[in-house]
């Protein structure tokens, strides 16, 4: 059974940063695109990176590109999401989800597997 574990979640200021990793057992790693969710409180849970099973490609939502960073670390069955210049509306619980699939990009419904969050908390 494939496993995803989030970790890195946190409060942090206006403008800094945080790392969130993800790491995925019971599965082969390299047979998934892997992506970034977040859901705030009250809202839909909308799309916040992905990144292709060979590392080579990477997508992101509007809101974060150019803050946000998605990375894949093969040798720990993970998945890195670098956050800087975080704003308070990131504020969000944050999901890991995995596609067995070549690439996936903003639809919930081509992961197959999801974590069961991290919260992040940015204070303005």
């Known amino acids: 059974q494939v496993r995803l574990v989030e970790s890195g979640g946190g409060l942090v200021q206006a403008g800094g940063s945080l790392r969130l990793s993800c790491t995925v057992s019971?599965?082969?790693?390299?047979?998934?695109?892997m992506g970034w969710f977040r859901q705030a409180a009250g809202k839909e849970r909308e799309f916040v990176a992905a990144v292709s099973w060979s590392g080579d490609h990477t997508y992101y939502a509007d809101s974060v590109k150019g803050r946000f960073t998605i990375s894949r670390d093969s040798a720990k069955n993970a998945v890195v999401l670098q956050m800087n210049s975080l704003k308070p509306e990131d504020t969000a619980v944050y999901y890991c989800?995995?596609?067995?699939?070549?690439?996936?990009?903003?639809?919930?419904?081509?992961?197959?597997?999801w974590g069961q969050g991290t919260q992040v908390t940015v204070s303005s």
């Open positions: 019971g599965g082969r790693f390299s047979s998934y695109a």
């Open positions: 989800a995995a596609a067995a699939k070549p690439w996936a990009t903003r639809t919930p419904g081509e992961y197959a597997y």
